[in-house]
């Protein structure tokens, strides 16, 4: 028996009192002796002292060195993206310095370990499924690249982007050449083809073109592999899934919520915040021309001029609101303020701090889809019963990124009732159990509480108006006009901040933030706004090119029971009107066109008063015309019309634009009469820009710290010089060019 086995035969307590004699025997008889010295090379002692390792590793053991806890800290970070674990190696050094290396390697196992890394993982494991990396990067040639596509960054995704595209023209042509042994047919062949493509494709984890179960059209398998071999389109489809990866990472790992930065991350916030100055760059850079005439203005002008503008957005929702309102208080309805959020899995995050255990790894977009889910149910519903209903939804986030609605819904008084049962039927029917009271809690008799998952409130007309209710959630989801000072209820900060991060959120994850329930469409509300416009415009140049005798004989025409001698222009200034003999040319212009109302040429009334009731921004009355807000799209009297182009992008494919609409029974009217293409400014109109930039300048340095004297005159202009000089400039941005010989006429 060797000593080995023979120490394995005895208890603990007896090997434990050897060990002590043996160690206290050492001490007295074994003497240290001098070492030996070994020539280590300046490499090989820099790797002894610091190992290969990450930046964010470097940092932490620049802090605490022990090769033991480096080694233990692995764990912690090793499958979570740099972008995000700079943020807790940041935290780790701080408690790492204040508390020391007990304190900090416990909150790397119980925050990062314990509660960080499982819902990562959560996260990741989606994204592991959805999109198959490794494959996508060996089938493209670049076996070295190993990260996500969260942390890639512009150039990286450019250059995958290019990969991808290389790969399927690459594969294009050899699949050609073996189906045509398959097929003679030009059409079967290409259709295979790219049917073998599409496979390709999934391959690689990303939905291909047109990918349906029904048979392909030979031109719609043109158009896909055109998608496929084209580097801009997998460059758009790569950042978007690099976008939504991106921020559903922040939101796994908390970096969404209330205590962190409310509705989407700093990194989200940041990246959209460029974005919106490149979108602006480009469009002070740019013009748009009118090659049949010549015309050019600059981008900028025509872009705020548009629904992009958020202050004409917001407007267009009040007046929209307000129509609905109209209507409502004139066919006697109720109107229901209405809720609607998702169930705790799609909760991340609790307001009051602490993750959400039940949280199963959605993303925003997935509370969006469940919510629309409900609401189509909901909607079907309504119609099998016949309880038609009209208003607005809003869709605004939570603290922690999850949409919920808000709906102000009319409808008539005698189906309240039955549409309040069926929104709270459909809206807790899912998980229906968090509802129920826990077994701790006392036992209740009666419903369910539904208050966590909806709300149902009755408006109240002595307590406000419906317009005035949404206009609070219309406001605080575009810009915060109006609310400067107040604080957002869901965070607690100043409201005008807030809306970018909602703004920032909705275009992250691409929500509809508003959306009309019922009614007729604004698309055609704006196309009748436009024709009233451009009729108007018509009518003003035609006006221009009248002699005065023509001009004395369409104001006799335009005011028949008026005395010319007496009727003077629409202006606003003090005095006694001037005679029409006393006006000159620009003034009897103005009297005339501003008498000109627009006219729609048709036989139906109800259409040529939808016109005119969208040129005054009478939404209400726009509305009626069409039918009524409980109108079926069918059923509409004026439907907008579109144009279809054959080839009308890069890729082949059929492109519908609106050029205006139709009456129906009569043929269609278009509004869009200009065709404007979009190119860098020309040098004329740099020039002329830079001409009436200097010249405010100047104006600017000269008052009122100028010279005193001026070889101009300083008296006010007279009244005629202001109209002159305030019509010419009105005219001149409507395209209409006046010399000084035709306005002092």
């Known amino acids: 028996m060797n000593a080995r086995d023979y120490a394995e035969g005895l208890s603990d307590a007896v090997r434990r009192q050897w060990s002590f004699q043996v160690k206290n025997w050492g001490k007295r008889h074994v003497y240290p002796q001098r070492p030996n010295y070994v020539q280590v090379t300046p490499a090989a002692s820099k790797e002894f002292q610091q190992p290969e390792m990450s930046l964010i590793e470097n940092a932490m053991f620049q802090s605490n060195p022990d090769l033991d806890d480096h080694e233990w800290r692995k764990q912690f970070f090793g499958d979570m993206p740099h972008y995000l674990s700079r943020y807790f190696a940041e935290r780790y050094n701080k408690i790492f310095k204040q508390k020391g290396r007990s304190a900090a390697n416990l909150y790397l196992l119980k925050t990062v370990g314990k509660d960080i890394n499982p819902r990562l993982q959560k996260v990741l494991d989606q994204y592991r499924r959805q999109f198959k990396f490794r494959n996508a990067y060996v089938r493209s040639n670049d076996l070295s690249r190993e990260k996500l596509l969260a942390e890639m960054d512009k150039s990286e995704i450019k250059k995958l982007s290019q990969q991808f595209s290389d790969f399927f023209a690459g594969k294009l042509e050899p699949l050609i ?8 047919d030009y059409a079967n062949v290409i259709v295979a083809v790219f049917e073998s493509l599409q496979d390709e494709c999934r391959s690689f984890g990303y939905t291909p073109p047109y990918n349906r179960n ?8 043109e158009c896909g592999i055109l998608r496929l071999v084209c580097q801009r389109a997998w460059e758009n489809k790569l950042n978007t899934k690099r976008m939504t990866m991106r921020e559903h990472l922040a939101i796994a790992v908390g970096q969404v919520q209330k205590a962190a930065s409310p509705y989407c991350s700093r990194d989200c916030m940041h990246e959209w915040k460029n974005q919106k100055q490149r979108n602006r760059d480009f469009i002070k850079g740019m013009s748009i021309f009118d090659e ?54 799609y909760h991340n995050t609790r307001k009051k701090g602490g993750f959400v255990d039940q949280w199963l790894g959605n993303n925003p977009k997935d509370a969006q889809r469940y919510l629309c889910k409900v609401w189509a149910r909901i909607r079907a519903q309504l119609k099998r019963e016949e309880l038609p209903v009209f208003g607005m939804r809003v869709a605004e986030p939570h603290h922690d990124g999850t949409p919920h609605w808000h709906l102000l819904m009319f409808m008539q008084p005698e189906h309240v009732d039955r549409i309040r049962e069926i929104f709270i039927g459909y809206a807790i029917d899912e998980e229906i159990i968090e509802l129920c009271p826990k077994v701790y809690r006392k036992p209740i008799v009666g419903p369910l509480d539904y208050r966590p998952r909806c709300d149902v409130k009755m408006m109240d007309p002595s307590k406000g108006t419906a317009t005035g209710y949404i206009a609070k959630y219309i406001s605080k989801n575009i810009d915060g006009y109006g609310m400067k000072g107040e604080l957002d209820d869901e965070t607690g900060r100043d409201q005008r901040e807030m809306a970018a991060h909602v703004t920032a959120w909705a275009s992250r994850w691409r929500i509809r933030q508003f959306q009309p329930i019922g009614g007729a469409p604004v698309t055609t509300y704006r196309e009748l706004r436009r024709y009233a416009n451009n009729d108007k415009n018509a009518f003003k140049s035609f006006v221009t090119t009248l002699s005065c005798k023509q001009q004395h004989n369409l104001f006799n025409e335009l005011f028949p029971d008026q005395n010319p001698t007496f009727m003077g222009p629409q202006l606003n200034f003090h005095g006694p009107r001037l005679n029409y003999e006393a006006m000159n040319s620009l003034q009897r212009w103005e009297v005339i066109t501003d008498k000109y109302k627009p006219e729609l040429k048709t036989n139906i009334t109800a259409a040529s008063n939808a016109m005119k009731a969208a040129d005054k921004g009478d939404f209400a009355a726009y509305v009626m015309a069409q039918g009524g807000p409980f109108v079926s799209r069918k059923d509409l009297l004026i439907r907008n019309d579109y144009d279809t182009a054959e080839m009308g992008n890069e890729y082949g494919e059929f492109v519908s634009k609106i050029q205006g609409f139709h009456v129906v029974g009569d043929e269609a009217v278009k509004t869009r009469i200009r065709k404007w293409t979009i190119q860098p400014k020309s040098q004329a109109l740099l020039d002329s820009e830079a001409s009436t930039s200097s010249t405010e300048g100047a104006e600017l340095l000269n008052w009122p710290e100028g010279s005193s004297r001026s070889s101009v005159t300083n008296c006010t202009p007279s009244r005629r010089d202001r109209l002159n000089t305030g019509i010419k400039a009105l005219l001149k941005r409507r395209g209409i060019h006046l010399d000084d010989h035709l306005v002092n006429c």
């Open 177 to 184: 050449e073996s189906e045509k042994a398959n097929h003679k």
């Open 214 to 221: 029904d048979g392909l059209h030979q031109s719609e398998a």
């Open 292 to 345: 049949d005439s010549g015309e050019e203005i600059a981008l900028y002008d025509m872009f705020y001029k548009s629904t992009a503008n958020p202050a004409i957005r917001r407007c267009e929702l009040m007046v929209r609101m307000a129509g609905y309102q109209s209507i409502a208080t004139a066919m006697g309805c109720d109107g229901l303020f209405l809720t609607l959020t998702a169930p705790s899995k």
